[in-house]
């Protein structure tokens, strides 16, 4: 009868040390160090990412007639309701733009930042037979749920770039800074992404808070309104959301005629999203050992 030997490999071991074990079964332990961000490792399965990012796009349009339709009804009929309510009604000050615009271009940013936080809310919980089957980087869930947001993130773009045109809008050469504010942007939706991915699946009261959470931010950060409006005794607290600096920075490299951002509210805005992303690594490194058990229990 032929024997089957078992080999035992930390975690964390490279990768090039697991693909040289003989045919075997495989026990993986886990490591004695987490690394904050092992970018080898992740380019290494970078094929499990094209894997999970794939299936990511075609579940979210699995059987449904719109299909990739959905990235532009939601901004637009959401831009024509705020367009009726604040642009004509409250006449919120835009500094000179198009209302409906100004509008769009608030909404695209946030619309992918709530995407990226409620797909990764459940990202463990759903594959959690796969992260007790298979060894790869738990990292890559969260991370395939913000890329792939990024397909209705560039729909949403093109559809805000032929609104610009037909109202014929002012384009500056902060154009030129526009894909530092897509980074920008992508750091805080994954930072929070990772958060709430983890906070998840310890504290199942998240799900259930999380709806009425994007909610009330969107009521708190610029979406429908400048940040100029906000009084000078809360403008500190309310700069510390780093949403509020990611749109109104994303409207200053669109166009000109938008209520410009501060120095003092960007370099918040920068210093948060950062912090955001770096704590929400540190945390996912120390739990990364115990994810599967918890999602089990």
């Not at 987490?34 to 794939?54: G, I, Q, S, T």
């Not at 004509?88 to 615009?101: D, H, Q």
């Not at 610029?222 to 009084?231: E, I, K, Q, R």
Request: charged fraction near 10%; glycine fraction near 8%; proline fraction near 5%.
């Amino acid at each position: 009868m032929t024997q089957m030997k078992i080999e035992t490999i930390a975690a964390d071991a490279p990768v090039r040390a697991r693909r040289q074990l003989p045919a075997s079964i495989v026990s993986i332990r886990a490591g004695a160090r987490a690394p904050l961000l092992d970018l080898h490792e992740l380019w290494a399965y970078r094929e499990v990412l094209y894997a999970l990012v794939r299936r990511e796009i075609k579940i979210r349009y699995a059987q449904t007639v719109v299909g990739v339709g959905w990235a532009v009804l939601q901004p637009v009929l959401t831009t024509i309701v705020l367009t009726v309510l604040a642009g004509r009604w409250m006449r919120a000050p835009v500094g000179g733009v198009s209302y409906s615009v100004f509008a769009f271009s608030g909404l695209v940013p946030w619309i992918y930042f709530t995407h990226v936080v409620t797909r990764s809310s459940v990202c463990l919980m759903n594959n959690n037979g796969l992260l007790s089957k298979a060894y790869f980087p738990r990292l890559l869930l969260p991370l395939a749920a913000s890329i792939g947001g990024l397909v209705d993130l560039f729909v949403m773009i093109v559809i805000l770039a032929l609104l610009m045109v037909c109202k014929g809008t002012t384009v500056g050469v902060g154009l030129l800074l526009f894909p530092v504010s897509l980074l920008f942007l992508t750091v805080v939706a994954t930072g929070a992404g990772i958060w709430i991915a983890v906070l998840n699946l310890y504290h199942r009261d998240v799900a259930h808070a999380l709806p009425f959470v994007t909610q009330l931010g969107f009521f708190v950060t610029p979406v429908a309104y400048s940040s100029s409006l906000v009084p000078n005794s809360w403008r500190v607290a309310y700069d510390l959301n780093p949403m509020a600096g990611v749109i109104e920075s994303f409207r200053c490299c669109l166009f000109t005629g938008a209520p410009g951002i501060s120095l003092f509210q960007l370099v918040v805005a920068v210093i948060a999203s950062l912090a955001l992303l770096g704590s929400a690594l540190l945390y996912f490194s120390r739990r990364e050992k115990t994810l599967a058990d918890v999602g089990d229990a």
